[in-house]
Structure formats: C-alpha cells, structure tokens
C-alpha cells in the first residue's frame, strides 16, 4: 500500500542554519501529489506547500521541497530557520482520495 | 472561508464506555476524514468518506465505528474505550479543487 518515511523524528537547529527535513514514499499510484504540513503548538496542521510535478521546485514561506519520481522523495528545505519555524513537520502523499502521512518530524529551532 | 467545527474539544471517559465525538465543515466537501494522532506515530487515518452514507475504513479502524448521515457532519464512536487512552483526533475535509486538506482543531480524549 502507499506509505511515506520521515526519517528524523527530531531535529534541532540553530538560528540561521540550513533545514532539510527527509521524505520518501511508496505508492503504485503514478501521478501522486506530495504535500508537507506543518503544526504548530496548540494547533492543527496546515498546508505548507504541494507538487505533482516531477523535478520542479514548489516553494512557499522561505520553504522549498522538488518532487522526485525516480527516488520517491521530497525533502523540505529552507536557506535559514527561523525561531518560528519550531513546529512539527508532516510529509504526506495523496491517491487523490486519501492523505497518508508519515510519522512527523519535530524540529526546534534555537537562538 | 470555511471552517471544521470538532465538538468536544476534550473528552473524557471511562474504560469501557462508548464516546461519540463530532464534526461540522462548511466548506461544501464531499470527502470527510477522522485521524488519530499519537506522539511519534503521526497522523494515522480512522475513517474516511467520499459522500454522504459513504464510509470507508482506514488503516486504524477497528474500536471505531463512523457515521456520515449529511454531507456537513461526519461523527466518530469510540466503541469501547481503554483505560490510559490518551490522543488527538483531528476531522478534516479535502478541497478536491485545490488538492488541499483542511483540518479541525482536534478533540483530545483521555481514558481513566
């Protein structure tokens, strides 16, 4: 069946430093769309950004993740974290039905 | 904008008990979802429905029973509630137009 893998379960980071936070999946779907959400403390989560493009850049908030068909990735990325950028990260694959989501990724960011 | 409406916003029950948790979007969805989240295991999907009387069962549905009796609301029975049950249920309805999922802010249950 469709899956999706976060790897890190926690990251933290710095003020400043680089983010990458790692996705990968499995579908038998040929055109999936991949999502990142991100939830805040006390919140739901909410779209961060989207792509069913393969190779293309999606980027949205300083964020920016590229849909890789040939390795099932889509990692999310941004130049500088921000202290605000602390929150919990979920990358999910669609079937156009149903939302899979991995297993999170909780990234702090310190001063 | 729309919005999803989760009532309540924390239950508690007892071991055994049957507890009914519920859900209103105004957005006009067709598609209705419930998740559970757990700490370090994600989001991981109860139930779904793609109309109204449509239920589709998700990976985590057994001890769940769901109901789509209108288009607006779709409702979540916890049929037998265990004791140290603690977690978030998000609702959540799909925009099929902008390929976007919309979520509720959650009902926190925990079981004594």
């Known amino acids: 069946g469709d899956s999706v893998t976060q790897t890190e379960g926690l990251v933290t980071l710095t003020e400043g430093l680089p983010v990458m936070l790692n996705c990968t999946y499995q579908t038998i779907y040929s055109n999936p769309f991949l999502f990142w959400y991100v939830q805040h403390l006390n919140e739901s989560p909410r779209l961060l950004l989207k792509s069913f493009t393969d190779n293309k850049r999606t980027e949205h908030q300083g964020f920016h993740a590229t849909l890789h068909k040939s390795s099932s990735s889509f990692h999310l990325q941004k130049s500088s974290a921000q202290l605000s950028d602390s929150a919990l990260y979920y990358c999910?694959?669609?079937?156009?039905?149903?939302?899979?989501f991995g297993s999170g990724t909780k990234l702090t960011v310190e001063p | 904008g729309g919005i999803i409406t989760q009532t309540p916003k924390f239950l508690i029950g007892q071991e055994g008990q049957k507890l009914t948790l519920k859900c209103q979007q105004n957005?006009?969805?067709?598609?209705m979802y419930w998740y559970r989240q757990d700490s370090g295991k994600g989001l991981r999907l109860i139930y779904y429905s793609i109309t109204e009387n449509d239920l589709q069962k998700g990976d985590l549905s057994e001890g769940y029973d769901a109901s789509r009796e209108k288009k607006s609301s779709f409702s979540l029975t916890v049929t037998s509630a265990q004791k140290n049950e603690m977690a978030v249920f998000l609702c959540a309805s799909f925009d099929r137009g902008n390929t976007e999922v919309f979520f509720g802010k959650g009902t926190r249950l925990t079981v004594v």
């Open positions: 999910a694959l669609s079937d156009h039905n149903v939302l899979y």
């Open positions: 957005f006009n969805h067709d598609t």
